[in-house]
């Protein structure tokens, strides 16, 4: 996705207008509303795509081993139980040092740390084609998750010091189109590399597979301290006037937030509603992730390389779904109704997918509808916790939230694998039970807190003739 692409999906309608008169340099300027629209698509256009191609190789490497699995458990004698803890152990590493590395990257900047963050995990990506039996496996695979802690949770603290609550749906939106786009490119590329290095200088497709991702993920962490920017004070492509009206909003936003510390994050109850909530979104998540390929393979599909093709269909339709579904919901009111939808939809398409796993055409379709559920519900949950958390605890709550949420990164490849060995290969019993959980997380959804307590909005500064159709 370039430049272009981000600011066609920033039009001027979905953003909220500042019509009140500031003072950014000293003297009066008047602050309307397509000067606001301008100004957010060029912030958007400065951070966006580097951030999302930054994201697109992380997940890349996160979910290869779906390809991987193909070749690696007969070169390994491994059976699914195993796949699924490799898969799912690499969410222990990243939940033990979550927290830790997101208050890190707040403390000494997003452009260092997320360069560290890219940096380690590359490293560990490739180190993955050394495998040679489920211990390395597991051991790897921790050490991934370790690598990567930090990452996701840190971006999503380094866009609300960007974006307002009000747009910041569609910006996460755009953002996390990288995590379709991802299987887009990563689906057709992992069948490619597996069908055609197979074998090439003695190593075994899924081999190379992790090689390749590795250094490409290495290249991206090496740029990242030179296009990456820490603050908007920091940045020389900004006036001084621009910066003053960002700052004027983002400190209105502030005002509206509950001010949080680090400690008090930890027995918050909101926080852990949130986080509860998200563990029920991510087993959605790491099930369409860990299980597509191999429920297309179960439909009749044979070739590795027409798996990959096939695995990039629902990832490219749902990356247009859930940039539309995020405007809408920043359009409106009712986030948590839009979160409580498309956890239905995605448990209603991942199960036909399985029951319809003998005709081709039908069980894609059935994955084509729980991709547009699953991948919409990620940017419009996380424009809730960033609009109604803030304070020093904001990083330490967004990575709680994060870390308790893909504990479901390792308990939902576990479940399905230990299932389908327990009933002889078939998934439905452990896609069963992620779509009684995105039911679940559809009912809790619409528990949420859908404002900041009164007294805490009556605190925000009343700045005359402002106003915004899209508060949470």
Same mark, same amino acid.
């Given at each position: 996705?370039?430049?272009?692409?981000?600011?066609?999906?920033?039009?001027?309608?979905?953003?909220?207008? @500042?019509?009140?008169?500031?003072?950014?340099?000293?003297?009066?300027?008047?602050?309307?509303?397509?000067?606001?629209?301008?100004?957010?698509?060029?912030?958007?256009?400065?951070?966006?795509?580097?951030?999302?191609?930054?994201?697109?190789?992380?997940?890349?490497?996160?979910?290869?081993?779906?390809?991987?699995?193909?070749?690696?458990?007969?070169?390994?004698?491994?059976?699914?139980?195993?796949?699924?803890?490799?898969?799912?152990?690499?969410?222990?590493?990243?939940?033990?040092f979550e927290v830790p590395s997101n208050l890190i990257l707040n403390r000494v900047g997003a452009r260092r740390w997320i360069a560290r963050i890219m940096i380690t995990?590359?490293?560990?990506?490739?180190?993955?084609?050394?495998?040679?039996?489920?211990?390395?496996?597991?051991?790897?695979?921790?050490?991934?998750?370790?690598?990567?802690?930090?990452?996701?949770?840190?971006?999503?603290?380094?866009?609300?010091?960007?974006?307002?609550?009000?747009?910041?749906?569609?910006?996460?939106?755009?953002?996390?189109?990288?995590?379709?786009?991802?299987?887009?490119?990563?689906?057709?590329?992992?069948?490619?590399?597996?069908?055609?290095?197979?074998?090439?200088?003695?190593?075994?497709?899924?081999?190379?597979?992790?090689?390749?991702?590795?250094?490409?993920?290495?290249?991206?962490?090496?740029?990242?301290?030179?296009?990456?920017?820490?603050?908007?004070?920091?940045?020389?492509?900004?006036?001084?006037?621009?910066?003053?009206?960002?700052?004027?909003?983002?400190?209105?936003?502030?005002?509206?937030?509950?001010?949080?510390?680090?400690?008090?994050?930890?027995?918050?109850?909101?926080?852990?509603?949130?986080?509860?909530?998200?563990?029920?979104?991510?087993?959605?998540?790491?099930?369409?992730?860990?299980?597509?390929?191999?429920?297309?393979?179960?439909?009749?599909?044979?070739?590795?390389g027409s798996i990959g093709w096939l695995a990039a269909v629902p990832s490219l339709i749902s990356a247009v779904a859930m940039v539309v579904i995020a405007r809408h919901?920043?359009?409106?009111?009712?986030?948590?109704?839009?979160?409580?939808?498309?956890?239905?939809?995605?448990?209603?398409?991942?199960?036909?997918?399985?029951?319809?796993?003998?005709?081709?055409?039908?069980?894609?379709?059935?994955?084509?509808?729980?991709?547009?559920?699953?991948?919409?519900?990620?940017?419009?949950?996380?424009?809730?916790?960033?609009?109604?958390?803030?304070?020093?605890?904001?990083?330490?709550? @967004?990575?709680?939230?994060?870390?308790?949420?893909?504990?479901?990164?390792?308990?939902?490849?576990?479940?399905?694998?230990?299932?389908?060995?327990?009933?002889?290969?078939?998934?439905?019993?452990?896609?069963?039970?992620?779509?009684?959980?995105?039911?679940?997380?559809?009912?809790?959804?619409?528990?949420?807190?859908?404002?900041?307590?009164?007294?805490?909005?009556?605190?925000?500064?009343?700045?005359?003739?402002?106003?915004?159709?899209?508060? @949470?």
């Open positions: 996705m370039n430049i272009r692409s981000f600011e066609r999906y920033m039009p001027d309608s979905a953003a909220p207008s @500042i019509t009140a008169s500031v003072s950014p340099a000293g003297g009066d300027a008047a602050w309307n509303p397509h000067r606001n629209s301008a100004l957010y698509r060029k912030v958007a256009c400065r951070i966006l795509p580097f951030l999302f191609l930054a994201f697109v190789v992380a997940y890349i490497d996160r979910v290869n081993v779906s390809f991987a699995k193909l070749q690696m458990l007969s070169d390994l004698r491994l059976g699914e139980s195993a796949y699924g803890a490799g898969a799912g152990i690499f969410f222990l590493g990243y939940f033990i995990w590359a490293i560990v990506s490739s180190l993955t084609m050394f495998v040679n039996g489920a211990t390395s496996f597991y051991v790897l695979r921790f050490l991934l998750g370790v690598a990567e802690a930090g990452f996701f949770p840190g971006v999503i603290l380094y866009l609300s010091n960007w974006f307002s609550s009000a747009r910041r749906a569609q910006i996460i939106a755009l953002f996390m189109t990288a995590i379709p786009l991802s299987g887009v490119i990563g689906g057709p590329m992992s069948g490619w590399v597996m069908a055609h290095l197979n074998g090439v200088r003695g190593l075994a497709g899924w081999q190379w597979l992790f090689l390749l991702e590795g250094l490409a993920s290495l290249g991206v962490g090496v740029a990242a301290p030179f296009l990456l920017y820490d603050r908007i004070e920091s940045v020389r492509w900004l006036s001084s006037d621009e910066k003053a009206c960002l700052a004027v909003e983002l400190a209105r936003d502030a005002a509206t937030r509950v001010d949080c510390s680090v400690r008090r994050a930890f027995v918050n109850g909101r926080v852990w509603l949130l986080g509860l909530l998200y563990f029920c979104i991510a087993m959605g998540n790491y099930g369409l992730a860990f299980w597509v390929p191999t429920i297309i393979k179960a439909s009749g599909v044979a070739n590795v919901a920043d359009r409106r009111d009712k986030r948590h109704r839009y979160v409580a939808v498309c956890c239905a939809l995605g448990a209603l398409g991942l199960l036909s997918s399985v029951w319809f796993a003998s005709n081709t055409a039908v069980a894609l379709l059935a994955l084509v509808i729980a991709a547009i559920g699953i991948n919409s519900i990620a940017p419009v949950f996380w424009s809730i916790p960033t609009a109604l958390i803030g304070g020093a605890g904001a990083a330490a709550a @967004i990575a709680l939230i994060n870390c308790t949420g893909n504990l479901a990164g390792f308990v939902s490849p576990f479940i399905v694998g230990w299932l389908a060995d327990l009933s002889g290969g078939k998934l439905l019993p452990g896609i069963t039970v992620i779509a009684v959980a995105l039911l679940l997380g559809a009912g809790l959804s619409l528990l949420l807190p859908l404002r900041p307590p009164a007294s805490v909005r009556s605190s925000a500064p009343a700045t005359s003739n402002m106003t915004s159709t899209n508060t @949470i």
